[in-house]
DNA sequence: TATGAATGAGAATTCATTCAT
DNA sequence: CATGAATGAATTCTCATTCAT
């Protein structure tokens, strides 16, 4: 008589998942005043009643698709710092590589625009992504650039400012593809610019 | 012996430029959605329905905020391009602190993180905006990287991927900060940066 | 130093009637509430605000309308069914193409259709038409047709269903062509109209 | 103990009926303009919101008004003339006397008073109300008089002018009822009108 | 759990009316 | 007298949220 559930039916686990998924898409692309409920629940294949089954409300779905999204972002970026051996830059580049490659496949890549958009309406919300995302990232390549510092491969400049350098233009130039790609006439790739970005710095951060 | 005060005085050439002026201050600060005409109206001094004496709607509104704001900005820096004398670096760095002093204080200076959040949702509007300032800007700096690099100033680069790479940063560390004033903890100041970001770019433009 | 008014400026007395005049061809065409009194106020070449000066509100000018353009309508019929000698066919006759005649010329002839659109809407003013003009062309025909019986030209019907029987179709007529002129693909001329419902009438009232 | 009434009832399949029968006695009574959303519902017993889950927005309302009301009236009387045998007045007094019926107790017959009153307003509508409603009843009547010429019964008459003259004054009376009900001193009753009509029509279309 | 019909508070919009000029 | 800028109440419409099924 008690037979085990079909595998498929642990597919009701999932749905949360696939909830905040349709509304990390539509939070992304209209914001989160313009995205309606509806339209999440369609996307996500069930019906609204559903939605708050999951959760509270509209502004608790918003938190959580932040809170999902972003934080395993980060963890590769950390340990790859902490075991690098050989030259600063050659580690600088393989994190703005990979992180120009995330920008351009991963789902989560929208965060960014979101949270500039809605950062004062969500103020908690905003200080959770600064912690976690704006400053911990930041925080990471100014790790990055004070070794290669010590190490004297680079000059001495204020490392969190070189971090905000570093990291400022490659987001802006997702965030601008993001809201200007149906207008834009001159498109760049992003991993091309990525490559242009850090041959810039490098020969910035070195001795003159 | 005190007469009342009158209802309302009769303005009507001030009208609109308040009434714009009011919705530029609550649109970069809660986007489009999240503002309300109500808001708007008393923000000016008036009432709603003075508002769409003058804005057929909230659409329109937001266009003529964004039209409003955005087109002088360009005109006294691309005068400084055509008249500059003298070294190019001379020139990046005057135009990218004079540009840092305007996003310090000029009233427009919102209208980036507004267009990034709405672009989306104003196809036309966004187009209007690529084209008269951020293309326009890019091409702006494009222009000096391109004279300094016919000068022997600065080493081959492309011109258009430079430009970005300028202008990105900038505008990203106001957006940031408009977004995350409340809660960052790092606070950066914009000229600061302006300076850190050109020493940096103008070390990596020149010849090796 | 008092030199009498130039003529021209007595047109002022003119302006409740001008008024008045594009209010009725508004309501006429899209009713009561559907018409704005700006533009009535626009039609009739002056401002809202004068609108307001010769009538208390949209309603009394609603009324004036109907009160100005209904009256004068009948008082002609009238003086011509007391000088009738003659065939009383021929009364009717003159009666129905001269009723034919105004229907498709005087500005006025839009009233019916105003009327029993707004009728609910404005109990007063509708007892004031039905006294003024429906039953009061009523009697009228209704006398003809009474005359034309005690001649021994009709044979004995009720007059007032008879007085019903000549009024309506013409009225409908009018009516209809006002509401569905843009639509109906069979349009019928008033005037021959009026001639055949005439013919119809005048057999079915003699003797057989 | 008494478990406290439900805040509503799930009725889907019949509110749209329901919704549309309010709608139409409303619009019948006031007109399009003077109904307000609010009184739909409550006369529908929903609220607001519940209107505008099954009709876009007013105006489809009231088109939905118009098309679910009208269609059905004609059918009825199609058939009978497809099948008659006999005398053709006496189909032409079936009509005439099972129209006026409908008039009097029908839920729909209200919806010519509102055509008359909106037709400007809502052009294509009218177009569909013409089409359906107006010429395809004076075709019925100008097929019933045209087969009455070719038996020999009636004289030669134009059949769409005596179809207008058949069907004009039935419906004027009806919507001068419904228009002055209130102050018509002289209520007339609509079958005794239809009689009193008839009699009159088929004197006037034989041959004399 | 899941649904989706129904709600109701809130925002946009309209326009008759007022009133400073 | 005339204007037309400004008002504000009324109405349409939207959509997050609830809840009977």
């Known amino acids: ?9 642990r597919r009701k686990d999932a749905r949360p998942a696939e909830i905040i998924q349709a ?20 996307l996500a294949g069930v019906t609204k009643g559903t939605v708050y089954l999951y959760f509270e409300n509209k502004e608790e779905l918003f938190k959580a698709v932040v809170r999902e999204t972003v934080v395993p972002a980060l963890e ?16 600088l580049w393989q994190l703005l590589s990979s992180w120009a490659e995330r920008m351009e496949h991963a789902t989560s890549s929208g965060i960014s625009r979101l949270m500039i958009a809605e ?18 990232s930041r925080r990471l390549f100014a790790d990055v650039i004070n ?11 204020d490392p969190m400012m070189a971090a905000r350098a570093v ?12 809201s200007f790609a149906l ?12 490559r242009f970005h850090f041959d810039l710095l490098v020969q910035g951060l070195r001795h003159r």
Chains 1, 2, 3, 4 share one sequence.
């Open 1 to 9: 008589m008690n037979t085990p559930l079909p595998r498929w039916q």
């Open 23 to 42: 509304a990390l898409t539509l939070f992304s692309d209209k914001g989160f005043a313009a995205t309606r409920l509806d339209d999440v629940a369609k």
């Open 76 to 91: 590769f970026a950390e340990t790859l710092v902490e075991e690098h051996q050989g030259a600063w830059s050659d580690l």
């Open 119 to 136: 950062a004062t309406n969500f103020p908690e919300l905003a200080r959770f992504y600064v912690d976690e995302v704006v400053v911990r």
């Open 147 to 157: 070794r290669g510092i010590q190490s004297g491969e680079f000059r001495e400049v």
């Open 167 to 178: 990291t400022a233009p490659l987001v802006m130039i997702k965030v601008w593809k993001q």
């Open 183 to 194: 207008c834009d006439t001159e498109p760049v790739d992003l991993k091309a610019f990525a």
